[in-house]
């Protein structure tokens, strides 16, 4: 029924190659038997079924557990199963990443390990708090992510976060907030990336603001007069880089204020913003970052592939329903819907958007509205549709469409979506644990469609390696022409960046100062990365 052979890619990797000669539904067991030796195997794996079923009747890859490199294989599989597993779901990483970023991985694993929570370093630098920070003797520095905003800004601010420690060779501990430790395995092997309940300003991260005398801009603001460069920090500095950030806080982005901020052992950070492209824009750390992604536009795909792993039962939940209603698919198309109007939905002018957008861009086929049609000549083509609102009016809609008129290609379409919360719950933990799973299901479609200014889509599209097309946003309640556009790069976009020339110390569109960082195609005044060869 099946054999397998050992192969060699042009790409250097060893294959497995299994050759499967029946249907799954007639050899059920040892189709099953091949799908665990393809799970089980961290090389790759290529199963070929035969079947009279044209949904069947393709090659099944089991992936590179560890992504090219990417994930460390110190983590016992059990206590994490998406870890290894999400790659038998999403697409392939879309670019290779770069040795540098692997070793740098590594490292910074070594770093975490060696200077974690309740570490001799760990407990030594703890010590300081309180006082400048020129006094630091400790080899170990922090940045601590206050868990802050809705869970896709905080997929997003994690990442950000982690680039900058990254970037300056610091340790990030999370704050585990109300729900983070119900929502994502650890990352780093062998040691926590949880800040632990007892650090000292715990209790007052809530109240932290750029009113705050610990923060950076505040700090700032009242030493006007005096020259950075000699300035001496706190031990722990706060940065305020929420959205309502001044012109103080923005500074951050400045090269010469990063030079002061590194005397500082602990910096606290607090943001909603997804401020990588701004980071880009430092010359101190160009040629590092060019290091570690030579594509520009990879840099949220692969670090949000390396942070980002559901807890086990979040994985549940996206496992279940990708096997029960897309697995079997010719093609996964994903629709996530964000609607800013106020008022009962849906409404007509978003549905006519999105039918617009995904007939015009031939994503899902026309239909024949004739009521004499029984039917037409039947495809072995099946699209299989997710949506995802907060609402469950265009899901039915859609799906009412598609079941009252026959498709003019005869291709079978389904609909599917998961949850209709009706209104974001950002501190409800169940709330958050199905909208973690349904950004995941998005991100294991073949095409995604996106809201504009929804960082919901930018995780799903990020996660999964996919440039979606963008619904822009309505005005006035009117459908926009043209109602959608594809995205120049899968990075998120960055909502609030600074526009200010750190050198002349004057305003400038920081949009134009480099050809890998542009404005948004959703949001003209917000950021993102593109590569600079598309």
């Not at 750029?210 to 923060?215: A, D, G, K, L, R």
């Not at 809201?451 to 946003?473: D, E």
Request: charged share 20%; hydrophobic share 35%; net charge neutral.
């Amino acid at each position: 029924m099946w054999h397998s052979k050992n192969i060699l890619t042009t790409a250097g990797f060893a294959v497995h190659q299994v050759y499967y000669k029946c249907s799954p539904f007639t050899c059920p067991y040892f189709y099953l038997i091949c799908i665990l030796h393809c799970q089980l195997s961290s090389s790759y794996c290529l199963l070929s079924v035969d079947s009279k079923d044209g949904d069947l009747h393709r090659d099944i890859e089991a992936v590179d557990k560890l992504l090219s490199g990417l994930l460390s294989a110190k983590h016992e599989e059990g206590s994490c199963l998406s870890r290894y597993n999400s790659a038998s779901y999403q697409r392939k990483l879309a670019y290779q990443p770069s040795s540098y970023l692997i070793s740098k991985l590594r490292s910074y694993e070594d770093l975490h390990k060696r200077c974690g929570v309740y570490t001799e370093s760990y407990n030594k630098t703890l010590e300081q708090l309180g006082s400048n920070g020129s006094s630091s003797s400790s080899d170990c520095k922090y940045v601590v992510w206050i868990s802050f905003s809705g869970l896709g800004n905080r997929i997003l601010t994690l990442a950000s976060a982690f680039l900058y420690a990254l970037l300056t060779n610091r340790v990030l501990l999370v704050d585990p907030g109300t729900d983070m430790a119900d929502l994502f395995c650890e990352p780093f092997p062998e040691v926590s990336w949880f800040l632990p309940q007892d650090f000292p300003l715990k209790h007052k991260f809530s109240k932290f603001n750029h009113n705050s005398p610990n923060c950076y801009g505040k700090i700032m603001k009242n030493n006007r007069s005096t020259d950075p460069s000699g300035m001496i920090l706190p031990s722990l500095v706060y940065l305020h880089l929420v959205h309502d950030y001044d012109d103080d806080d923005k500074l951050f982005f400045c090269d010469q204020h990063q030079s002061l901020l590194h005397q500082s052992p602990w910096l606290v950070m607090k943001t909603d913003n997804y401020f990588v492209p701004s980071l880009f824009l430092i010359p101190s750390f160009e040629k590092e970052l060019h290091d570690l992604f030579p594509n520009k536009d990879t840099v949220f795909h692969f670090l949000g592939r390396y942070l980002i792993h559901p807890v086990n039962s979040v994985w549940g939940l996206i496992t279940r329903y990708y096997q029960a209603y897309l697995a079997r698919a010719s093609e996964r198309i994903g629709i996530q819907i964000r609607v800013f109007d106020t008022g009962t939905g849906p409404f007509q002018h978003i549905l006519d958007q999105v039918l617009d957008c995904t007939l015009k861009e031939n994503l899902l086929p026309q239909t024949e509205r004739r009521t004499n049609v029984v039917g037409l000549a039947s495809s072995r083509k099946s699209k299989a549709v997710l949506i995802t609102s907060l609402t469950a009016g265009y899901f039915e809609k859609l799906r009412d469409i598609y079941w009252e008129n026959p498709t003019v290609t005869g291709e079978r379409v389904s609909f599917y979506q998961p949850s209709h919360e009706e209104h974001q719950q950002t501190e409800k933990s169940i709330h958050n644990q199905k909208a973690l799973a349904e950004m995941y299901l998005l991100s294991t479609t073949n095409v995604v469609v996106t809201s504009s200014w929804s960082t919901f889509g930018y995780v799903a599209q990020g996660l999964g390696g996919l440039k979606p097309w963008i619904l822009y946003k309505p005005e006035n309640r009117t459908a926009p022409n043209p109602p959608c556009g594809r995205a120049m790069s899968m990075e998120p976009c960055f909502h609030a960046p600074p526009f200010y020339d750190c050198k002349a110390k004057k305003g400038v569109d920081t949009g134009k100062l480099v050809p890998h960082v542009r404005h948004c195609e959703d949001m003209a005044w917000g950021l993102k990365l593109v590569d600079q060869q598309d």
